[in-house]
């Protein structure tokens, strides 16, 4: 894949770099501002785009990430920074960031990640994905539409799947099979067309912020 990495830290920027670079992938531009990442991706087109959320200069992670899928709807934008602010998330994913991941991770899971967003999916921490989920579940972030409608009992197995149980311990709460768990959790995912649960909270988000 062909990237370009985006934050004020050049220090980190060249971790990331010599990171990917070991992983065969190609580091075709780094920038420390917005304006300088737009440039970068103008020039370049690559297929991911590493932003920062916060940068120095007047414009933000999330801004770049606007204009960016704007201009090149097929370079993927993957926000990577250390804040856990919630507008923040909801405002990467509005933008159209196919991801939000936390600049902690382990090299071998953001390793993962980069690599699923090569391949089309979300790249969001099942944290992150629960944080999405429970937000999406309460309403806040607007109805899912008709296409998206839960019935009552999947909505209870969506709000312990952002608690963080597990299809065993969700079976036992609700007094119901663990197969039966998992044919709402499957009538979930392709209601909303996803194939996984951190796919899911991006789906969900996404339409949910239309």
Known sequence: MRLVIVDDHALFRDGISSLL???????VGQAGNG???????DEHEPDIAL?????PGGMSGVEVARVVKERHPRTSVVMLTVSED???????????????????LESGQFRAMLEAVGRGEAAITPATAARVLR?????????????????????????????GLRNREIAARL???ENTVKYHIRNILDRLHAK???????RAARQALR
Do not use: C, N
């Open 196 to 202: 996984s649960r951190t796919e899911l909270a991006g």
């Open 86 to 104: 919630e507008d923040d998330l909801f405002h990467a994913i509005e933008s159209g960031a196919q991801g939000y991941l936390m600049k902690d």
């Open 135 to 163: 937000r999406f579940v309460k309403g806040e972030a607007g109805p899912v539409g008709p296409a998206g409608e839960l019935t009552d009992r999947e909505t209870e197995v969506l709000h312990l799947v952002t608690a």
């Open 51 to 55: 932003l920062d959320v916060r940068m």
């Open 175 to 177: 007094g119901i099979s």
């Open 21 to 27: 670079r070991a992983w065969g992938h190609q580091v």
């Open 35 to 41: 304006v300088e990442a737009i440039r970068l991706v």
